[in-house]
C-alpha cells in the first residue's frame, strides 16, 4: 500500500453532486480530492442527459425539416448525416471536459482519475489509469457512486451484445430496425429520436401501458404521439430469449398473452432501469450498509452507516435526475458546514425530452389514491391552448390536481410543447402553497404556453358542500 494522503473531503465520484461540492469546498479554502474512474463531469455531460439532448435535438430539426412545407417553407429531399450528429455531440462532450478541467483548477479541487476501492473506514485505495497507486483518506468521504444500465436476465439477451444509453449516442448510422426494450423515459426518448433519424422503431414494454408512473390518460395520449410517427409498440409483452447480435439482427421472443411472437430487428437497445455502482468496492466491509437493491442507506441528511461518510446521488437512492443531485450537494454541503439540512418532503420535478415533452411536479391521480388523499383534477387538451394556435403543436394535454380539503396545487403533469418551463410556474405554485384561483385569476402573457393554466385551472371542480 502506497503512503497515505491526507484531505478534508474525499469524494469518490465526479458526478453533478460530488463536482459542485469540491468546486465549492476548493473555493472555500479546503483540501479536497475527487477520485474519478472514467469521465471528468460524471455521465451527465459525458454520456447521459447533456449528450442525450444533444442528438435529440439533432433528430428534432430533421423532423422539422421533413415537415417545414407544412408552413410554407419548400426544401428537397431529406438526408440524415448520421456521423455528423455524432461529431457534433462529441464536441460538445469536448468542451464540456475542458469546462470541467477549467474548473478543477480553478477551485484547487484535486481529480484524480484512477478506480477507487475502499480499503478501510474513510481509506480509498486508488489504482491510477496512467498506473500506479494512492491511497487517500479524508476527514469526510462522499460516496458519489452513480448507477449503470441494468440488462434483464433474459437467454441470449447479454450475448446479443444490446445497445444502452451509452452505445445508442454512439452510432453512426441510423438502425434499419431498431428494438428498444422499455417503453420508460431513456426507451422513449431514444425511439422517436431514433424513428426522425429513419429507423423504423419498436418499443417492447412488460407492462400494460408507456411510462409506468404516470396517470394511464397521460401515457395513453403519449402512445398515441408516438404511433401517429410510425413507432410500434408492444405491450404486456414478456421477453424470453433474443437470437442474434445487436447490428447485425436480432430476434427477440416475446409471449403476448400466453402467445409467443417472434419481432425481428438489426439493432436492440435496452432501457429497462438502473443499477447502483455499489458492488465490489469494499463499502460493507467500511460499515456502510446497502439495502435490498443494493442502494446505499442514508437518513435524512444523507449520512450512511458510517461516521463521517456521506452518500449521494443516484446510489444513496436519490431520484434518478442531475437536479437532485445538485440538490444533494446542498444537503451535504450545509451539513458538513454545521447547519442542519434534509432531504425531507423536497418536492423534485422531472421533465422527459421527447417531442412534446413530458413535465410533471408533486402528485398524480395515482398517487394521490395510493396516499390515500382525496383530489379533484382538471384536464386540457393542448389543441384548446391559444398559442397551438400559431404553432401548430397541438399535441397532449394539461392536467392538475388539487386537494378537496383547500385549493392547494398539489400536482401538474403537461404533455406538450414547453411543458418543462410552464411545468416550473406549477412548482412554484406548490411550494408557495398557493390556492388554485389565485393563478388561475392571474394576468399571464399571452400569447404564451404558460397561458393555458387560466383555463385548465377554471375547470378545477368546486369545493362541494360538507
Avoid at 145 to 165: F, M, N, S
Avoid at 280 to 299: H, M, P
Wanted: proline share 4%; hydrophobic share 40%; glycine share 10%.
Amino acid at each position: 500500500m502506497s503512503q497515505i494522503e491526507h484531505v478534508d473531503v474525499l469524494i469518490l465520484g465526479s458526478g453533478q453532486g460530488g463536482k459542485q461540492l469540491a468546486w465549492h469546498l476548493g473555493r472555500t479554502g479546503h483540501r479536497v480530492a475527487v477520485v474519478e474512474r472514467q469521465w471528468v463531469g460524471g455521465s451527465c455531460p459525458a454520456v447521459a442527459c447533456l449528450p442525450s439532448k444533444n442528438e435529440i435535438w439533432s433528430s428534432r430539426i430533421a423532423h422539422l425539416t421533413r415537415h417545414a412545407g407544412d408552413a410554407g417553407t419548400v426544401t428537397g429531399p431529406v438526408r440524415v448525416d448520421m456521423a455528423k450528429v455524432r461529431q457534433r455531440k462529441r464536441d460538445m462532450v469536448a468542451k464540456e471536459d475542458a469546462l470541467h478541467l477549467q474548473m478543477y483548477s480553478s477551485t484547487g479541487a484535486e481529480i484524480i482519475m484512477g478506480v477507487g476501492h475502499l480499503i478501510k473506514p474513510k481509506v480509498i485505495e486508488v489504482k491510477l489509469n496512467d498506473g500506479g497507486t494512492r491511497t487517500l483518506t479524508g476527514d469526510n468521504v462522499v460516496l458519489n457512486l452513480g448507477t449503470h444500465a441494468a440488462i434483464p436476465d433474459v437467454p441470449g439477451l447479454r450475448q446479443a451484445e444490446p445497445l444502452t444509453h451509452i452505445g445508442a449516442l454512439e452510432l453512426d448510422y441510423a438502425p434499419a430496425h431498431l428494438v428498444v426494450i422499455g417503453g420508460g423515459y431513456i426507451g422513449i426518448e431514444m425511439a422517436q429520436a431514433y424513428r426522425r433519424f429513419g429507423s423504423r422503431v419498436t418499443i417492447v414494454e412488460h407492462g400494460k401501458q408507456l411510462m409506468g408512473r404516470e396517470d394511464a390518460d397521460i401515457a395513453e395520449e403519449m402512445h398515441r404521439i408516438l404511433t401517429a410517427e410510425g413507432i410500434d409498440i408492444v405491450l404486456g409483452a414478456e421477453l424470453v430469449k433474443v437470437d442474434g447480435k445487436s447490428g447485425k439482427g436480432v430476434a427477440l421472443h416475446v409471449l403476448e398473452s400466453g402467445t409467443e411472437r417472434v419481432i425481428q430487428g438489426t439493432d436492440v437497445l435496452v432501457a429497462t432501469g438502473r443499477i447502483p455502482n455499489t458492488t465490489g468496492i469494499g463499502l460493507e466491509e467500511a460499515g456502510i450498509k446497502l439495502d435490498a437493491r443494493g442502494f446505499i442507506l442514508v437518513n435524512d441528511r444523507l449520512q450512511t452507516t458510517a461516521p463521517d461518510v456521506w452518500a449521494i446521488g443516484e446510489a444513496a437512492g436519490s431520484p434518478q435526475f442531475t437536479h437532485a443531485s445538485v440538490d444533494d450537494f446542498r444537503i451535504v454541503r450545509d451539513n458538513l458546514a454545521g447547519k442542519t439540512r434534509s432531504k425531507k418532503d423536497r418536492l423534485v420535478p422531472y421533465t422527459m425530452f421527447t417531442d412534446p415533452p413530458l413535465a410533471h411536479v408533486g402528485l398524480n391521480e395515482r398517487e394521490a389514491a395510493r396516499q390515500g388523499i382525496e383530489v379533484r383534477v382538471a384536464t386540457l387538451p393542448m389543441a384548446n391552448v391559444l398559442r397551438t394556435m400559431a404553432t401548430d403543436e397541438r399535441q397532449g394535454m394539461l392536467k392538475v390536481i388539487v386537494g378537496t380539503q383547500d385549493d392547494r396545487v398539489l400536482g401538474f403533469t403537461m404533455l406538450g410543447a414547453e411543458a418543462g418551463e410552464v411545468m416550473t410556474v406549477m412548482q412554484t405554485a406548490i411550494l408557495g402553497r398557493l390556492a388554485y384561483p389565485t393563478l388561475r385569476d392571474a394576468v399571464i402573457s399571452h400569447l404564451t404556453y404558460a397561458e393555458a393554466i387560466g383555463p385548465l385551472l377554471s375547470r378545477v371542480p368546486a369545493l362541494q358542500p360538507a
